[in-house]
């Protein structure tokens, strides 16, 4: 079955710099990855999601690229905030877009 | 969006009961529903796939007689710990998919602590 690793397990980040977080896959019949953001105590919501026919999608501060060759993608947070400290899920889809495995996660500390 | 409510939030139980958590889609049908174990600052695991009418999917490791699931319409499933252990404490969380998109909407969560 499909497979998830992500790095780091954590990122501390000064206001305003950038942080990317990394996620590798293991199936490569997988077609759509997902990145989540769950804050403290509360369910996981969808910041960003790229299909395995695009290369790089971007939505204001936020981007993830995918390499379908090397089974990669990452997530990219430009001008960080403190606002942006949570835990961060990057997630693979099977092909019938049935199962969605979530990679360990990483949690990401903004330091004003 | 779409709306996934669970309930309850959270529950305490005795060890050797059964507790039962529910999961709804209020604003669209779910064929199919997922639940996660999340161990604290640990990552989603999925445990198994829900499917309306039919038997659930469980995952390997996973026991069925343990986390009884069912779903018997299209807004709802549930699951059950049963004769719960104090391991299986953990937040459980559901999640369904909106129509053909491959965003996951979930519920907020049950937080179950077995005593």
């Known amino acids: 079955g499909e497979n998830v690793e992500q790095h780091p397990s954590t990122l501390s980040v000064q206001e305003g710099d950038s942080a990317v977080i990394k996620c590798t896959y293991s199936d490569s019949a997988s077609n759509y990855f997902p990145w989540y953001k769950q804050e403290l105590g509360k369910r996981p919501q969808l910041i960003i999601d790229i299909r395995s026919n695009v290369g790089e999608k971007k939505d204001q501060r936020i981007a993830v690229t995918l390499n379908k060759t090397a089974k990669h993608f990452s997530l990219h947070i430009t001008e960080t905030q403190p606002e942006d400290s949570a835990v961060y899920f990057c997630?693979?889809?099977?092909?019938?877009?049935?199962?969605?495995?979530f990679g360990a996660g990483t949690r990401l500390f903004v330091k004003a | 969006g779409a709306v996934v409510s669970q309930h309850p939030s959270w529950v305490i139980c005795k060890s050797g009961t059964s507790v039962k958590i529910e999961c709804r889609s209020l604003d669209f049908q779910a064929t199919t529903m997922f639940w996660y174990r999340q161990f604290p600052k640990q990552s989603l695991m999925l445990m198994a796939t829900s499917n309306e009418g039919s038997k659930a999917t469980y995952e390997q490791g996973v026991e069925k007689d343990k986390f009884l699931i069912n779903h018997a319409s299209l807004t709802l499933s549930t699951l059950t710990v049963t004769s719960a252990h104090p391991e299986d404490s953990s937040f459980y969380i559901c999640?369904?998919?909106?129509?053909?998109?491959?965003?996951?909407?979930f519920g907020e969560g049950s937080r179950l602590t077995v005593l």
């Open positions: 999640s369904a998919r909106k129509g053909g998109t491959g965003e996951l909407f």
């Open positions: 997630a693979a889809t099977d092909t019938g877009g049935f199962k969605t495995i």
